[in-house]
């Protein structure tokens, strides 16, 4: 079945790096945008950066922007997200998410999420 | 940045109310709305996309409608396991950005 796992959460001080890994499988994972979405603990969600298919385009949020990577091996399926220079308000349950093929926008399947936390 | 403001941000109904949920834009975003529900602990999944077209397998006491800045999400008649958050998101241009939500509760 369509599934993506994420990995690579824990608890790092402020100003430390982390990388997040998303595994794709069930699908053709080169043909599909990828994205990733955070949520804080009991807030709401919040739309981080987005990758294109062949890895040609990248949008991030303001609020990472400098700051975070967005990338994917298609050989190995996999999205990443590198953080840097991390701060307390990064802290935050990472999904990553696929955007449903097709010329309509939505983000039709989820992962579990890896949590981040960022404190001293 | 879109952004998109919910309203309300918290609901409380009853099993076999109509509820109805908003989404206002802070600039007209054509029909390039979706509609998720998020329940604890779990990831969100996606309901309704291009504001009005609904996902297959979603059933069909959901409904959205609108386009430019104005968007609703209908819950016909609310089963117990409507009872979650719910939230927009606009693609229609980068930054992406999601509403607030809209806690739904039961009275």
């Known amino acids: 079945q369509v599934q993506l796992v994420e990995s690579g959460g824990g608890v790092v001080q402020p100003g430390t790096s982390l990388r997040l890994s998303c595994a794709a499988s069930g699908y053709t994972f080169s043909s599909y945008n990828m994205h990733w979405v955070r949520q804080a603990p009991g807030k709401g969600l919040e739309w981080v950066a987005v990758?294109?298919?062949?890895?040609?385009?990248?949008y991030y949020a303001d609020s990472v922007k400098g700051r975070f990577t967005i990338s994917r091996d298609n050989s190995k399926n996999t999205l990443y997200l590198q953080m840097n220079s991390l701060r307390a308000e990064d802290t935050a349950v990472y999904y990553c998410?696929?955007?449903?093929?097709?010329?309509?926008?939505?983000?039709?399947?989820w992962g579990q999420g890896t949590m981040v936390t960022v404190s001293s | 940045a879109i952004q998109l403001t919910q309203s309300p941000s918290s609901l409380s109904a009853s099993v076999g109310d109509r509820v109805t949920i908003t989404c206002r834009a802070s600039q007209g975003i054509s029909s390039s709305l979706v509609w998720y529900q998020q329940k604890p602990g779990k990831a969100p999944k996606f309901l309704i996309y291009d504001a009005s077209s609904l996902e297959s397998g979603v059933p069909s006491r959901f409904s959205g409608s609108g386009s430019g800045t104005d968007f609703t999400l209908t819950i016909s008649s609310l089963q117990p396991e409507d009872f979650a958050t719910y939230y927009c998101q606009q693609f229609n241009s980068y930054p992406i950005t999601f509403g607030q939500g809209t806690r739904l509760e039961i009275k």
């Open positions: 990758i294109w298919y062949d890895g040609s385009n990248k």
């Open positions: 998410a696929r955007r449903r093929s097709g010329s309509s926008n939505a983000l039709d399947i």
